[in-house]
């Protein structure tokens, strides 16, 4: 049973930083590609996508996050990680991560497309204060 628990949320300042980690577990470890990233939802929003990294090295970014947020992964680890900085109000969310895992190869991106991604964590919550 594939298990993903995020780690890492918390309140932080405007202008601070956190870094979120989501481990992964339970999931063949001989699959040749995967996908995995970071979903967010705010309070009476819809989820919203925030940033992906695939097997192939692609990382790929919400617009709103570009140049604040970092994807990175330790394969060894089986962990995912978000380094964000320079945090905003607007960041307060649930922050999720989710992932896909599969034989053979892989050619488009994930990105947003959360059809893509079979498993997902129970989320982290990120309270960014003015």
């Known amino acids: 049973q594939v298990q993903m628990v995020e780690s890492g949320g918390g309140s932080v300042q405007s202008g601070g930083s956190l870094r979120l980690s989501c481990s992964a577990s339970g999931y063949r470890y001989t699959y040749s590609s995967y996908c995995m990233g970071w979903f967010r939802q705010a309070p009476g929003k819809e989820r919203e996508w925030v940033a992906t990294?695939?097997?192939?090295?692609?990382?790929g970014y919400a617009d709103s996050v570009q140049g604040r947020f970092t994807i990175s992964q330790d394969n060894a680890k089986r962990t995912l990680y978000l380094q964000m900085n320079s945090l905003k109000p607007e960041d307060t969310a649930l922050y999720s991560c989710?992932?896909?895992?599969?034989?053979?190869?892989?050619?488009?991106?994930?990105?947003?497309?959360?059809?893509?991604?079979?498993?997902w964590g129970q989320g982290t919550q990120v309270t960014v204060s003015s």
């Open positions: 989710a992932a896909n895992w599969w034989y053979g190869g892989i050619r488009t991106f994930c990105g947003s497309d959360r059809s893509r991604y079979n498993y």
């Open positions: 990294i695939d097997s192939i090295g692609r990382t």
